[in-house]
């Protein structure tokens, strides 16, 4: 059985993000059409499906180095931004999103909150995102055959 470390990022957040717009527990807010992401950002999001793809990645992010805190979520999807004609300083990004995203993944269950910690992934949540990368790997491994000895 793969794990999410070994699957590609990209093709595991796309597929997940995919899933998660079927699940009715998540859905983007209504303010989420017209905010950006963070201070850094110039505009806003230009795929309408950024919210899922967000809640995707933070569910990956947070099997990979849970139990994770809202402020390292916020450095970690901030970015660098230009201020007049000195250096650019890192801003982070917008906690709200973060924080209602992180609320509808719980009231999935996929994750959980650990005090004093952050938030951890459940048993549950392990379970889809290493179905998902199963799913994946076996796909890659048709294209690349040398890739089944890895599953």
């Known amino acids: 059985m793969?794990?999410?470390y070994d699957v590609p990022a990209d093709e595991l957040i796309v597929k997940l993000a995919?899933?998660?717009?079927?699940?009715?527990?998540?859905?983007?807010?209504a303010w989420s059409?017209?905010?950006?992401?963070g201070a850094h950002a110039g505009?806003?999001?230009?795929?309408?499906?950024w919210w899922f793809t967000r809640c995707a990645s933070l569910l990956r992010k947070i099997y990979l180095h849970g139990?994770?805190?809202?402020?390292?979520?916020?450095v970690a999807y901030?970015?660098?931004k230009k201020i007049g004609y000195n250096l650019s300083h890192h801003k982070d990004a917008g906690g709200a999103i973060i924080r209602h995203a992180l609320h509808q993944l719980?009231?999935?269950?996929?994750?959980?909150?650990?005090?004093a910690k952050g938030r951890a992934m459940t048993s549950e949540?392990?379970?889809?995102?290493d179905r998902l990368a199963t799913e994946i790997h076996k796909e890659l491994a048709k294209a690349v055959p040398a890739l089944q000895r890895y599953a």
């Not at 949540?125 to 995102?129: Q, S």
Request: aromatic letters at 4%.
């Open 106 to 115: 719980e009231a999935a269950g996929y994750i959980t909150k650990m005090p």
């Open 18 to 29: 995919e899933q998660l717009k079927k699940d009715k527990k998540i859905e983007p807010p």
């Open 67 to 74: 139990p994770i805190g809202v402020s390292d979520l916020k």
């Open 125 to 129: 949540g392990t379970k889809k995102l």
């Open 2 to 4: 793969a794990k999410v």
């Open 43 to 49: 505009k806003i999001p230009q795929n309408r499906d």
């Open 33 to 37: 059409a017209f905010v950006k992401t």
């Open 78 to 80: 901030g970015g660098r």
